[in-house]
């Protein structure tokens, strides 16, 4: 993002759950204030270039103290693979048989996780972990639920101005504004004009005799809805 010819790559970071033991974050330094709720206590930073180390006059929580020592204890690890590696030595499975979620990652991230843990047994666990976030806790299927609400609120709101030679633009314009006002973030808004395919971003203006697909959904605290109809415009026939 800042360096003309740099990596494309999204930054990366890891999340790691040991058989026995806490599990741990690795995250770049310059973001650990995201965890500073989040129940895993374990954090290893790597990066933080762009962090000021200088102490906030304002006084500290016991949390937001710890985090502000861990981001001060510098030198960091350079990069995020260097601190991964650095938590397995910790934790003494740098030997260990590793399941990693392998899809996803880019080649040259594989191959530097490779090379620093030049002793550890990966296992392609891709296909594991998604049968093991099939399960969902409580507090998921609660989130789970609310996106799904306020997706159905926002499209019911939206889709009811719907008409005759009215944008399908403007009525996403709506459903962006109504997801907003409830706390969520637009996930997607598409529909299939006449059927050809599905598209966001045509200017569409939908006729009397118009129904078609509308797809939309949103992203509530992390958690996604994804929910669909059809939009006809007048009364359809027998």
Not at 42 to 59: E, K, V, Y
Not at 178 to 186: P, T
Request: a negative charge; one cysteine or more.
């Amino acid at each position: 993002m800042v360096k003309p010819g740099g990596s494309g790559d999204l930054l990366p970071s890891f999340a790691l759950f040991p058989g026995q033991g806490d599990p741990a974050l690795v995250i770049d330094a310059i973001l650990a204030s995201n965890a500073m709720d989040v129940w895993v206590r374990d954090l290893r930073l790597f990066g933080g270039d762009s962090f000021d180390h200088t102490p906030p006059s304002q006084a500290l929580t016991d949390r937001q103290q710890e985090i502000f020592e861990l981001m001060a204890a510098t030198p960091y690890a350079p990069t995020a693979v260097d601190a991964l590696a650095s938590l397995l030595k910790d934790k003494n499975l740098a030997t260990a048989r590793i399941g990693i979620e392998w899809q996803g990652l880019p080649l040259t991230l594989r191959t530097a996780i490779e090379a620093a843990l030049p002793a550890a047994q990966f296992k392609d666990c891709s296909n594991l972990i998604r049968l093991i976030r099939m399960v969902k806790s409580t507090e998921e299927l609660k989130l789970l639920t609310q996106a799904a609400a306020i997706s159905e609120e926002a499209a019911a709101l939206s889709l009811a101005q719907a008409q005759p030679g009215r944008s399908m633009l403007e009525l996403a314009d709506h459903f962006r504004t109504a997801l907003a006002a409830r706390g969520a973030d637009l996930d997607h808004f598409a529909f299939s004009p006449k059927g050809l395919g599905i598209g966001t971003e045509m200017d569409y203006h939908p006729t009397a005799d118009d129904a078609f697909y509308v797809d939309y959904g949103c992203v509530y605290k992390y958690c996604g809805s994804d929910s669909g109809l059809t939009l006809a415009l007048s009364p359809l026939s027998d």
